[in-house]
C-alpha cells in the first residue's frame, strides 16, 4: 500500500493582502517543508513577508517561504515573467532567502508584447478600468490559448531561431489582431515606437535565457510530501466566482492545488483560509460596504501604494457571510483529495478594541479577542491562527502537521 502524501496551503479568501505571504511564511518555519510551490497567478502578485529581525519582502514569482529557507516550484498553473524574475531572484539572494527555483514545462510565459497589449486596453477603459495591474498576466494566457502563438517553459529551452519567429509573429500578426477585438483599431502613438523597439526584444531574449539556466524544468507529479501550496489573489477575484470583468484570470484556490496534487500523488491538503480582521481591494471593482466608518481600524499597508493602474487600496469592514459563502464554494472544488480547512485572521494590530463586522447584513461591534470565535460561527471553521504584527513572531495559535 502507497504511502499517503499531504500539502499544506495557503488561500487568500477575500481580494488578496490577506497576509497570504506572512502565514506560508509561518508554516514554512513551523513545518519544516523544504519547497513552496505556486498554485496560480504570476508576477502581478505581492506577498509581503516580514522577517522577525527586520528583512522585508514582497514576492511575486519566487515563493513566500524563501526567507525560511524553502525552494520554489512555479506549477503549470503559473504565468511564468521572465523580465521580472531574476530581480527578485537576485533580491532575494541578497537578503539570504533561497532562491533555488523549478517549473513545470507546461508553465506559460509572458512577453512584453502580452504587457503592451494590457496596457493598451485597460488606459482605453479611462473610468471603466477591470483593475488590472498592467503586467499582461491575463494576456499572456489568451494568447497561449493559440497553440501556434504559445509560449512555454519547455519552450525557452528549445531553439533560439525558433523563439525569434513566434516573438516576431506575436508583434507583428497578434498585437493588432488582439487589439482590434477588443474595440481598438489603431495602437496608440505613444505606444507605436515600444512595439517596433527591436532592443525590447533582444532583452527579453536575454532574460529567457537567464531565466532558463536559473530554473530546474520538474514535473509538478514530482512534488514530495509536505510540499506549501501558496495561492495568489484571492476566492473574490477567481475567475469562476467573482464579480466579472473585476477578477484575475485564474483559479485563486483549492481547484488548481487539487489537480496539482492528484498528479504528485498527494491525498490531502491542510488549507488555511486567510482573511484580514477587515477587508481591502486594491483595484477596480465592488467591495461590500466600500465607503463605511473605518475608524476603527489603524490600516498600515507599506506593500499596496497608491499607483496608477490600481488606484489607492480602499477597505471596508469585514462581512462574515461573504466570507463563510467565499469559503464553503471553494471547499467543494476540492475535487479527488481531502481538504482538511481552518481559517487564519491577520492584522488585529490594527484594529482598536471594538471591531466592526458585518453579519446577517446587519453591522456589529465586537471586541477583538471575540472576533475569532465570531469567524468560527460564521464558517464551521476553527480559527487556527492570528496575527498581531507583520512577521511569523507574531502569529500565534498555528497548528501543524510536520513534513515528512
Known amino acids: 500500500m502507497a504511502k499517503s502524501k499531504k500539502a499544506l496551503a495557503v488561500i487568500g479568501a477575500a481580494y488578496g493582502d490577506e497576509g497570504k505571504g506572512l502565514m506560508t511564511d509561518k508554516l514554512v518555519w ?42 520554489t516550484h512555479l ?43 494590457n496596457q493598451i486596453v485597460e488606459e482605453s477603459r479611462g473610468t471603466a478600468r477591470h483593475g488590472s495591474c498592467g503586467m499582461g498576466f491575463g494576456e499572456t494566457i489568451e494568447r497561449n490559448l493559440r497553440f501556434d502563438l504559445a509560449l512555454t517553459v519547455a519552450d525557452l529551452g528549445g531553439s533560439l531561431l525558433g523563439m525569434v519567429s513566434k516573438l516576431e509573429r506575436i508583434r507583428r500578426d497578434w498585437v493588432p489582431a488582439r487589439l482590434l477585438a477588443l474595440g481598438i483599431p489603431e495602437i496608440p502613438e505613444r505606444f507605436r515606437a515600444i512595439l517596433k523597439d527591436d532592443g525590447i526584444m533582444r532583452g527579453f531574449l536575454d532574460d529567457c535565457g537567464a ?12 512534488i514530495g510530501d509536505g510540499a506549501v501550496f501558496e495561492g495568489a489573489q484571492g476566492l473574490l477575484l477567481d475567475q469562476d466566482y467573482g464579480a466579472f470583468p473585476h477578477v484575475t484570470r485564474s483559479n485563486t484556490g483549492v481547484l488548481n492545488m487539487a489537480a496539482v ?14 482573511t484580514r480582521a477587515y477587508t481591502t481591494r486594491h483595484g477596480a471593482g465592488p467591495l461590500a460596504h466600500d ?7 489603524a490600516i498600515v499597508d507599506p506593500t499596496n501604494i497608491h499607483n496608477d493602474w490600481q488606484g489607492t487600496i480602499r477597505a471596508a469592514p469585514l462581512d462574515l457571510d461573504v466570507l463563510a459563502s467565499a469559503i464553503r464554494h ?13 481559517v487564519a485572521v491577520s492584522c488585529l494590530d490594527q484594529v ?13 461591534a465586537l471586541s477583538v479577542d471575540a472576533l475569532p470565535d465570531a469567524v468560527t460561527r460564521a464558517t464551521g471553521l476553527a480559527v487556527s491562527a492570528v496575527s498581531e504584527g507583520p512577521s511569523r513572531a507574531n502569529v500565534s495559535g498555528v497548528r501543524m502537521a510536520v513534513a515528512a
Not at 291 to 297: E, I, K, L, Y
Not at 330 to 342: F, H
Open 75 to 117: 506549477s503549470k498553473y503559473f504565468v511564468a515573467h521572465p523580465m521580472f524574475f531574476l530581480a527578485e531572484r537576485e533580491r532575494v539572494m541578497t537578503l539570504g532567502g533561497e532562491v533555488g527555483v523549478s517549473a513545470d514545462p507546461r508553465a506559460i510565459v509572458t512577453t512584453p508584447f502580452d504587457i503592451l497589449i
Open 261 to 274: 496534487a492528484r498528479e504528485a500523488g498527494i491525498d490531502t491538503i491542510e488549507a488555511t483560509y486567510a
Open 352 to 364: 482598536d478594541k471594538a471591531a466592526s463586522i458585518y453579519v446577517g447584513g446587519a453591522r456589529r
Open 30 to 71: 513551523e513545518s519544516g517543508a523544504g519547497l513552496v510551490v505556486r498554485t496560480n497567478g504570476g508576477a502581478q502578485a505581492g506577498h509581503t513577508v516580514t522577517t522577525p529581525d527586520g528583512k522585508r519582502h514582497v514576492f511575486s514569482h519566487i515563493g513566500s517561504g524563501a526567507l525560511a529557507g524553502a525552494r
Open 330 to 342: 471553494d471547499m467543494a472544488r476540492a475535487d479527488g483529495v481531502t481538504l482538511l480547512a481552518s
Open 211 to 222: 531565466f532558463r539556466d536559473a530554473v530546474n524544468v520538474m514535473n509538478d507529479a514530482d
Open 291 to 297: 465607503g463605511d466608518d473605518m475608524n476603527f481600524a
